[in-house]
């Protein structure tokens, strides 16, 4: 598993990117790898620690800001690395959804 502080440093790549080019998203991507997975919403809740409420929201808006201890939760849940929850999208691409 990736180290929170390896976490962070991907984060703030991805915004350093995002600054650079003022027109990328970071989309979250645990949807679509809990569904991979075969994972529920309910199941994924349970495994990370998570409210379901937060697992919900997630689902709902993959464009909304999250905590890097958060995004780890969910990434040990899933057993996969957090760069793999993660990427970034111009935000055309965002407002075309």
């Known amino acids: ?3 929170l502080s ?8 991805l ?3 995002q600054s650079e080019s003022s027109s990328a998203m970071i989309h979250l991507k645990v949807k679509e790898v809990a569904k991979a997975k075969g994972v529920s919403m309910r199941q994924l809740a349970k495994r990370s620690g998570l ?3 937060t697992i919900r929201l997630i689902y709902r808006d993959p464009y909304r800001p ?6 780890d939760k969910l990434a040990k849940a899933l057993g996969v690395d957090v760069s ?5 999208v111009p935000d055309d691409e965002k407002e075309a959804q």
């Open 84 to 88: 793999v929850l993660i990427e970034s």
């Open 66 to 71: 999250l905590s890097t201890t958060t995004l």
């Open 51 to 53: 409210v379901y409420n």
């Open 15 to 17: 915004r350093y990117q």
């Open 1 to 3: 598993m990736i180290a």
């Open 6 to 13: 390896t976490v962070k440093e991907l984060l703030q790549s």
